[in-house]
């Protein structure tokens, strides 16, 4: 899947379209350089699955735990400030990456080696102020 954004108002639609997309899958691996969008988009998608927690970068927390109408938990990832793997392996990682739920971590390149066998990969680029996303089911 591939899709020019051209602008912040397009989110809403590309976050529904992911979904639709992708409707089995319930982990998105997010890449792409600081500032591309990764948190908005997030947010945006979070805000289809009728999240009603206010979504923000767990650049701290690592994880951000939210919740939909339906109480079903969501689990939002920031690994930037992780120095190694070991640190993903100290919060638990693995109750939350194979818990069934939703999860979509940002700066995934980090840890890489401990993604679950199957994913989508969702790449967002910039040129002149244009954002591409591209998503495919990587496993």
């Keep these: 899947m591939r899709i020019e954004i ?3 108002g397009q989110l809403p639609e590309v976050a529904r379209k992911l979904l639709e997309v992708f409707p089995d ?3 998105f691996a997010f890449f792409g350089k600081m500032g591309v969008g990764k948190t908005t988009l997030i947010k945006e998608i979070c805000a289809a699955l009728g999240v009603e927690d206010v979504v923000c ?3 701290f927390a690592i994880v951000n735990e939210y919740h939909t109408q ?3 938990p969501v689990y939002h990832f ?3 400030r992780m ?3 070991r640190e993903a392996y100290d919060i638990g990682y693995e109750e939350y990456f194979y818990s069934g739920c ?3 971590t940002e700066w995934t390149e980090k840890i890489e080696e401990i993604l679950p066998e199957r994913y989508v990969k969702v790449e967002i680029t910039e040129n002149d102020g244009r954002r591409t996303l591209e998503a495919n089911i990587i496993g």
């Design 6 to 8: 051209a602008g912040i």
């Design 25 to 27: 899958e319930r982990f």
């Design 57 to 59: 970068s767990p650049t």
């Design 70 to 72: 339906e109480d079903e």
């Design 78 to 80: 920031d690994f930037y």
């Design 83 to 85: 120095n190694s793997v």
């Design 102 to 104: 939703y999860c979509f």
